[in-house]
T-cell receptor, first 113, second 113 residues
Protein backbone atom coordinates (compact mmCIF):
# COMPACT_ATOMS: atom_id res chain seq x y z
CA UNK A 1 0.00 0.00 0.00
CA UNK A 2 1.06 3.58 -0.63
CA UNK A 3 2.52 5.28 2.41
CA UNK A 4 1.10 8.67 1.51
CA UNK A 5 -2.30 10.38 1.59
CA UNK A 6 -3.24 13.04 -0.95
CA UNK A 7 -6.49 14.82 -1.81
CA UNK A 8 -8.22 13.28 -4.79
CA UNK A 9 -8.51 16.52 -6.71
CA UNK A 10 -7.72 20.23 -6.58
CA UNK A 11 -8.39 23.29 -8.73
CA UNK A 12 -6.07 26.24 -9.26
CA UNK A 13 -6.45 29.48 -11.22
CA UNK A 14 -3.95 30.04 -14.00
CA UNK A 15 -1.07 32.25 -12.84
CA UNK A 16 -1.66 31.53 -9.18
CA UNK A 17 0.44 29.26 -6.97
CA UNK A 18 -0.69 25.65 -6.71
CA UNK A 19 -0.07 24.09 -3.31
CA UNK A 20 -0.44 20.32 -3.26
CA UNK A 21 -0.39 18.68 0.18
CA UNK A 22 0.79 15.20 1.08
CA UNK A 23 0.56 13.37 4.36
CA UNK A 24 3.22 10.76 5.16
CA UNK A 25 2.84 10.37 8.90
CA UNK A 26 4.59 6.97 9.03
CA UNK A 27 7.72 8.12 7.20
CA UNK A 28 10.98 6.78 8.64
CA UNK A 29 14.31 8.51 8.93
CA UNK A 30 15.85 7.08 5.77
CA UNK A 31 12.89 7.66 3.47
CA UNK A 32 12.89 10.40 0.88
CA UNK A 33 9.82 12.21 -0.44
CA UNK A 34 9.51 12.25 -4.23
CA UNK A 35 7.01 14.07 -6.42
CA UNK A 36 6.07 13.03 -9.94
CA UNK A 37 3.31 14.16 -12.24
CA UNK A 38 1.55 12.38 -15.07
CA UNK A 39 -0.21 14.00 -17.96
CA UNK A 40 -2.81 11.80 -19.60
CA UNK A 41 -1.36 8.93 -21.64
CA UNK A 42 2.23 9.88 -20.89
CA UNK A 43 4.83 8.46 -18.53
CA UNK A 44 5.30 10.04 -15.10
CA UNK A 45 7.60 13.05 -15.05
CA UNK A 46 9.96 13.55 -12.11
CA UNK A 47 9.51 16.93 -10.39
CA UNK A 48 11.51 17.11 -7.18
CA UNK A 49 12.57 15.14 -4.11
CA UNK A 50 13.87 15.80 -0.59
CA UNK A 51 14.77 14.25 2.74
CA UNK A 52 14.23 16.91 5.39
CA UNK A 53 15.29 20.27 3.98
CA UNK A 54 13.14 22.37 1.70
CA UNK A 55 14.12 22.03 -1.94
CA UNK A 56 13.61 24.20 -5.01
CA UNK A 57 14.30 23.64 -8.67
CA UNK A 58 13.16 25.15 -11.95
CA UNK A 59 9.83 23.36 -11.78
CA UNK A 60 8.70 23.58 -8.19
CA UNK A 61 9.44 23.94 -4.48
CA UNK A 62 9.10 21.19 -1.88
CA UNK A 63 8.34 22.18 1.69
CA UNK A 64 8.76 19.38 4.27
CA UNK A 65 7.52 19.94 7.82
CA UNK A 66 10.02 19.74 10.63
CA UNK A 67 8.58 16.45 11.89
CA UNK A 68 8.62 15.15 8.26
CA UNK A 69 5.07 13.87 8.55
CA UNK A 70 3.79 16.01 5.72
CA UNK A 71 4.97 18.01 2.77
CA UNK A 72 3.68 20.49 0.20
CA UNK A 73 4.58 20.77 -3.45
CA UNK A 74 4.37 24.33 -4.71
CA UNK A 75 4.04 25.28 -8.36
CA UNK A 76 4.65 29.03 -8.11
CA UNK A 77 2.79 30.19 -11.23
CA UNK A 78 0.50 27.45 -12.50
CA UNK A 79 -0.22 27.25 -16.22
CA UNK A 80 -2.77 25.21 -18.14
CA UNK A 81 0.03 22.77 -19.01
CA UNK A 82 0.42 21.95 -15.32
CA UNK A 83 -2.94 20.15 -15.37
CA UNK A 84 -1.98 16.57 -14.44
CA UNK A 85 -2.12 13.93 -11.73
CA UNK A 86 0.52 14.61 -9.08
CA UNK A 87 1.98 11.73 -7.08
CA UNK A 88 3.70 12.04 -3.72
CA UNK A 89 5.86 8.99 -2.94
CA UNK A 90 8.09 8.01 -0.05
CA UNK A 91 10.98 5.76 -0.84
CA UNK A 92 13.55 3.90 1.17
CA UNK A 93 17.21 3.53 0.36
CA UNK A 94 18.12 0.01 1.47
CA UNK A 95 21.81 -0.31 2.16
CA UNK A 96 22.45 2.51 -0.26
CA UNK A 97 20.53 0.91 -3.14
CA UNK A 98 17.22 2.26 -4.29
CA UNK A 99 13.88 1.01 -3.08
CA UNK A 100 10.97 0.71 -5.47
CA UNK A 101 8.43 3.47 -5.98
CA UNK A 102 4.95 2.80 -4.63
CA UNK A 103 2.37 4.94 -6.39
CA UNK A 104 -0.98 5.81 -4.86
CA UNK A 105 -3.80 7.46 -6.82
CA UNK A 106 -2.34 10.96 -6.58
CA UNK A 107 -4.04 14.36 -6.80
CA UNK A 108 -5.73 15.44 -10.01
CA UNK A 109 -4.79 19.12 -10.39
CA UNK A 110 -6.93 21.15 -12.78
CA UNK A 111 -5.57 24.56 -13.72
CA UNK A 112 -8.38 26.80 -14.95
CA UNK A 113 -8.18 29.97 -17.06
CA UNK B 1 19.06 13.34 -26.06
CA UNK B 2 19.35 10.82 -23.25
CA UNK B 3 16.22 9.03 -22.26
CA UNK B 4 14.04 5.95 -22.26
CA UNK B 5 12.38 4.68 -25.40
CA UNK B 6 9.40 2.36 -25.29
CA UNK B 7 7.94 0.74 -28.37
CA UNK B 8 5.43 0.33 -29.77
CA UNK B 9 3.19 3.07 -28.41
CA UNK B 10 0.07 0.99 -29.08
CA UNK B 11 -0.11 -2.81 -29.23
CA UNK B 12 -2.94 -5.24 -29.83
CA UNK B 13 -2.93 -8.85 -28.72
CA UNK B 14 -5.11 -11.74 -29.70
CA UNK B 15 -6.31 -14.20 -27.10
CA UNK B 16 -3.65 -16.80 -26.30
CA UNK B 17 -0.84 -14.80 -27.87
CA UNK B 18 2.41 -13.68 -26.25
CA UNK B 19 3.61 -10.15 -26.96
CA UNK B 20 6.88 -8.40 -26.13
CA UNK B 21 7.19 -4.75 -25.18
CA UNK B 22 10.50 -3.03 -25.81
CA UNK B 23 12.33 -0.70 -23.42
CA UNK B 24 15.71 0.84 -24.22
CA UNK B 25 17.64 3.46 -22.23
CA UNK B 26 20.79 5.41 -23.00
CA UNK B 27 21.18 6.94 -19.57
CA UNK B 28 23.77 4.36 -18.46
CA UNK B 29 21.49 3.39 -15.56
CA UNK B 30 22.03 0.07 -13.83
CA UNK B 31 18.46 -0.40 -12.60
CA UNK B 32 15.38 -0.82 -14.79
CA UNK B 33 11.73 -1.34 -13.91
CA UNK B 34 8.40 -2.31 -15.45
CA UNK B 35 5.12 -0.96 -14.11
CA UNK B 36 1.51 -1.53 -15.06
CA UNK B 37 -1.16 1.17 -14.81
CA UNK B 38 -4.91 0.55 -15.01
CA UNK B 39 -7.40 3.38 -15.66
CA UNK B 40 -7.68 5.79 -12.74
CA UNK B 41 -5.09 3.89 -10.74
CA UNK B 42 -1.51 4.36 -9.66
CA UNK B 43 1.39 2.33 -11.00
CA UNK B 44 2.10 -1.23 -9.85
CA UNK B 45 5.52 -2.87 -10.12
CA UNK B 46 5.79 -5.95 -12.34
CA UNK B 47 9.54 -6.71 -12.46
CA UNK B 48 12.78 -4.89 -11.81
CA UNK B 49 16.44 -5.49 -12.55
CA UNK B 50 19.44 -4.05 -10.79
CA UNK B 51 22.14 -5.62 -12.95
CA UNK B 52 22.55 -7.44 -16.23
CA UNK B 53 21.35 -11.05 -16.20
CA UNK B 54 19.51 -10.60 -12.91
CA UNK B 55 15.94 -9.52 -12.15
CA UNK B 56 13.35 -9.78 -9.39
CA UNK B 57 9.59 -10.09 -9.28
CA UNK B 58 7.56 -7.11 -8.23
CA UNK B 59 4.06 -7.07 -6.82
CA UNK B 60 2.21 -8.41 -9.88
CA UNK B 61 4.68 -10.60 -11.80
CA UNK B 62 2.30 -13.47 -12.62
CA UNK B 63 1.74 -13.81 -16.36
CA UNK B 64 4.79 -11.71 -17.26
CA UNK B 65 8.43 -12.47 -18.03
CA UNK B 66 11.52 -10.31 -18.57
CA UNK B 67 15.13 -10.57 -19.62
CA UNK B 68 18.15 -8.34 -19.07
CA UNK B 69 20.86 -9.42 -21.49
CA UNK B 70 22.18 -5.90 -21.99
CA UNK B 71 22.43 -2.96 -19.62
CA UNK B 72 20.42 -0.70 -21.89
CA UNK B 73 17.56 -3.09 -22.67
CA UNK B 74 14.82 -4.63 -20.51
CA UNK B 75 12.04 -6.20 -22.63
CA UNK B 76 8.78 -7.34 -21.06
CA UNK B 77 6.79 -10.29 -22.41
CA UNK B 78 3.10 -10.45 -21.63
CA UNK B 79 2.27 -14.13 -21.83
CA UNK B 80 -1.04 -15.86 -22.50
CA UNK B 81 -1.13 -16.68 -18.79
CA UNK B 82 -1.87 -13.03 -18.05
CA UNK B 83 -5.67 -13.09 -18.09
CA UNK B 84 -6.23 -9.34 -17.94
CA UNK B 85 -3.41 -7.79 -19.96
CA UNK B 86 -5.20 -4.66 -21.16
CA UNK B 87 -3.32 -1.80 -19.48
CA UNK B 88 -0.78 0.98 -19.89
CA UNK B 89 2.78 -0.36 -19.41
CA UNK B 90 5.57 1.91 -18.25
CA UNK B 91 9.31 1.30 -18.17
CA UNK B 92 11.68 3.25 -15.94
CA UNK B 93 15.37 3.35 -15.13
CA UNK B 94 17.58 4.82 -12.42
CA UNK B 95 21.07 4.68 -10.98
CA UNK B 96 21.41 1.76 -8.61
CA UNK B 97 22.80 3.67 -5.67
CA UNK B 98 21.84 6.94 -4.07
CA UNK B 99 18.64 8.95 -4.09
CA UNK B 100 18.45 9.93 -7.75
CA UNK B 101 14.94 9.55 -9.22
CA UNK B 102 13.59 7.00 -11.63
CA UNK B 103 12.96 8.29 -15.12
CA UNK B 104 10.09 6.94 -17.20
CA UNK B 105 9.39 6.23 -20.83
CA UNK B 106 6.16 7.32 -22.52
CA UNK B 107 4.54 3.91 -22.17
CA UNK B 108 2.93 1.23 -24.31
CA UNK B 109 -0.83 0.79 -24.33
CA UNK B 110 -1.77 -2.86 -24.76
CA UNK B 111 -5.28 -3.90 -25.80
CA UNK B 112 -6.90 -7.27 -26.43
CA UNK B 113 -8.60 -7.88 -29.76
Amino acid sequence: DAKTTQPTSMDCAEGRAANLPCNHSTISGNEYVYWYRQIHSQGPQYIIHGLKNNETNEMASLIITEDRKSSTLILPHATLRDTAVYYCIVRTLRGGSQGNLIFGKGTKLSVKP
Amino acid sequence: DGGITQSPKYLFRKEGQNVTLSCEQNLNHDAMYWYRQDPGQGLRLIYYSQIVNDFQKGDIAEGYSVSREKKESFPLTVTSAQKNPTAFYLCASSPLLGNQPQHFGDGTRLSIL
